[in-house]
């Protein structure tokens, strides 16, 4: 269950990041957003910062996952063509969101 709540939270961030700038997305909005206390928040995770790291790591992993899947794909050539251009605009997207939030991470800009 506490792997689960953490993915909650952390599905909960991304969606936020998604309309949010980071330095506007406290503690308690994130909470709200993953239907769980404040308190209960920090119980899984120690700091902001701490969460903002496991969303980073995670969506790491996932584009990992993502093109070692492509790689073992056993699709035609122009199928993945067109998968690795999506996950291309995926990769530039996150490495968007990543500048964005290192910048934030960087300057300490949590506000909770």
């Known amino acids: 269950m506490k792997n689960e709540r953490k993915q909650i939270i952390l599905q909960a961030l991304a969606q936020l990041l998604e309309k949010r700038n980071?330095?506007?997305i406290t503690t308690a909005l994130l909470a709200k957003e993953s239907k769980i206390t404040e308190a209960a928040l920090y119980r899984?995770?120690?700091?902001?910062?701490?969460i903002y790291l496991e969303l980073l790591n995670f969506c790491d992993v996932s584009i990992r996952e993502?093109?070692?899947?492509?790689?073992k794909s056993k699709k035609d050539s122009n199928d993945l063509i067109d998968q690795m251009k999506t996950l291309s605009?995926?990769?530039?997207?996150y490495d968007l969101e990543i500048s964005n939030i290192n910048i934030e991470i960087n300057n300490f800009k949590f506000i909770n």
């Open 22 to 24: 980071p330095s506007k």
């Open 44 to 50: 899984h995770f120690p700091s902001k910062r701490t």
């Open 66 to 71: 993502k093109i070692s899947e492509l790689k």
């Open 89 to 93: 605009k995926e990769i530039k997207n």
